[in-house]
C-alpha cells in the first residue's frame, strides 16, 4: 500500500520538521498551510530534493470546504490518505478570559478543534474503503496546565484530548487508530510573539534546561504512524523533557 500522510499546517516548525521526517522515511507527504506559502514550497523543494514526493496545498484549517477540496486534491495527486497529522493550531494570543472576544475564541476553536474534526471525518471516510490508517492529533500540555493567560488555547486542546479518546474508540475495529502527541515547550514560531520576560520564565521552568527541538516530536509523530506502534490508539503521549 502506498503510504500518504497529510500534515496540516505543515509549513513550518512542527509540521514542517513532520513532513520532512516522513516524506524521508517513504510517505508521500502533502504540506498543508494557509499563510505561508514560500514557507511551504520550501518544505516542498526540501523533500523532492531529497528524492521524496510531496505538494503543496493551502488549506485554511477553520474552513471546511477548503478542508474538502483539500483531501480531493490528495486525492487526486497522491492516493487516497493513510495518515493524518493534525498539527495546525493557533494560541490566538496571549489574554485574559475577562477580555476575550467572541471572535477570537471562534477562531482558536475553529482551527484546533473543527478543523481537526473535519480532517478526521474526511480522512475516515477513505480510510475505512481501504486497509484502515493512522491518526496523530497534535495536542499540547497546556491541556493539563490551563495555559498562562491562553485558557481559550488549553481549553482547545483539552477537546483534542478528548476527541482523540473517543474517536479512537469509535473506529478501532476498523484498523485504524487515533492517537495525540503533547508536546511541551517546543522550539518555534509559535514563541517568537512572546515577551523576554516570559521565555525566560519559560527556560527556568525546563528541567532539561532547554526547550525541545520540532524533530524531537516528529519522531514521535512518525512511530505512532508506523505499524511498530499496531496495538497504540487512544493514547496521548506528552514530549516534554520532563518539565
Ligand atoms: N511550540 C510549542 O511549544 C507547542 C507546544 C504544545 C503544542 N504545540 C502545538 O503544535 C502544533 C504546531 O505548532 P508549532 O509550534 O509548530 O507552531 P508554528 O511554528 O506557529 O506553526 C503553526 C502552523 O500551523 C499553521 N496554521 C495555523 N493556523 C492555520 C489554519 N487556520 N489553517 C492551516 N494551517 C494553519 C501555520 O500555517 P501558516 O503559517 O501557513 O499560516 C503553521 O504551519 C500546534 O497545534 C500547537 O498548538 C506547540
Not at 514557507?39 to 474552513?63: F, P, R, S, W
Not at 480522512?123 to 475505512?128: D, G, I, T
Request: net charge neutral; charged share 20%; aromatic share 6%.
Amino acid at each position: 500500500m502506498n503510504k500518504v500522510a497529510i500534515i496540516t499546517g505543515a509549513s513550518r516548525g512542527i509540521g514542517a520538521a513532520t513532513a520532512k521526517l516522513l516524506a524521508e522515511r517513504g510517505f508521500a507527504v502533502c504540506v498543508n498551510y494557509h499563510t505561508s506559502k514560500d514557507q511551504a514550497h520550501a518544505v516542498v523543494e526540501a523533500i523532492t530534493q531529497n528524492q521524496g514526493k510531496a505538494i503543496a496545498v493551502k488549506a485554511d484549517m477553520a474552513h471546511e470546504d477548503d478542508i474538502i477540496k483539500l483531501f480531493e486534491q490528495v486525492d487526486d495527486e497522491l492516493g487516497s490518505v493513510t495518515a493524518l497529522v493534525n498539527n495546525a493550531g493557533t494560541n490566538g494570543g496571549m489574554g485574559e478570559v475577562e477580555n476575550i472576544t467572541h471572535e477570537r475564541l471562534h477562531s482558536v476553536f475553529a482551527t484546533n478543534v473543527f478543523g481537526a474534526f473535519i480532517t478526521c471525518r474526511e480522512a475516515v471516510k477513505r480510510m475505512k474503503g481501504h486497509q484502515g490508517g493512522s491518526i496523530v492529533n497534535v495536542t499540547s500540555e497546556a491541556a493539563k496546565f490551563g495555559g498562562n493567560k491562553l485558557a481559550h488555547y488549553a481549553a482547545s486542546k483539552a477537546a483534542i484530548n478528548t476527541f482523540t479518546i473517543g474517536f479512537a474508540r469509535e473506529v478501532a475495529a476498523y484498523n485504524i487508530r487515533v492517537n495525540a502527541v503533547s508536546p511541551g515547550v517546543i522550539d518555534t514560531e509559535m514563541h517568537h510573539a512572546s515577551p523576554p520576560e516570559r521565555i525566560a520564565a519559560l527556560m527556568n521552568s525546563l528541567p532539561m534546561k532547554r526547550m525541545g527541538q520540532a524533530h524531537e516530536v516528529a519522531e514521535l509523530i512518525h512511530w505512532l504512524l508506523s505499524d511498530a506502534a499496531s496495538y497504540m490508539s487512544g493514547a496521548i503521549i506528552p514530549v516534554t523533557g520532563s518539565r
